[in-house]
């Protein structure tokens, strides 16, 4: 089992930066795929970014060049840092865990734990 926990969200404008982080417990996070995805007002879940044990990335095409998809094993934390953000990024973002260590997907359903989840929002 493990826990996921979410922060680092807020209100910016168009064109700032936030990162948010994700602290797992229960177990030890390299022993995990990790997941970002985000859900706006009205839209199904839909896939971020992904990083698997070994430190290969995935990204959806919408934040290719703006996302960066970490992970600090020593910490236990998984990051997402996001640039030049747009009013279309704001949503709700979920950290999510894998127990297929070297997966890196994009589907939902291969995420077998899932954090509560933390509010972005971009004003134009």
């Known amino acids: 089992q493990v826990q996921l926990v979410e922060s680092g969200g807020g209100l910016v404008q168009a064109g700032a930066s936030l990162r948010l982080s994700c602290a797992a417990s229960?177990?030890?996070?390299?022993?995990?795929?990790m997941g970002w995805f985000r859900q706006a007002p009205g839209k199904e879940r839909e896939f971020a970014a992904t990083i698997n044990y070994s430190g290969y990335t995935y990204y959806t095409d919408s934040v290719k060049g703006r996302f960066t998809i970490s992970r600090d094993n020593a910490k236990n934390t998984v990051y997402l840092q996001m640039n030049s953000l747009k009013p279309e990024d704001t949503a709700v973002y979920y950290c999510?865990?894998?127990?297929?260590?070297?997966?890196?997907?994009?589907?939902?359903?291969?995420?077998?734990?899932w954090g509560q989840g933390t509010q972005v929002t971009v004003s134009s």
């Open positions: 999510a865990a894998s127990r297929t260590p070297d997966r890196l997907s994009a589907t939902d359903r291969h995420y077998d734990y």
């Open positions: 229960g177990r030890t996070a390299s022993s995990f795929a």
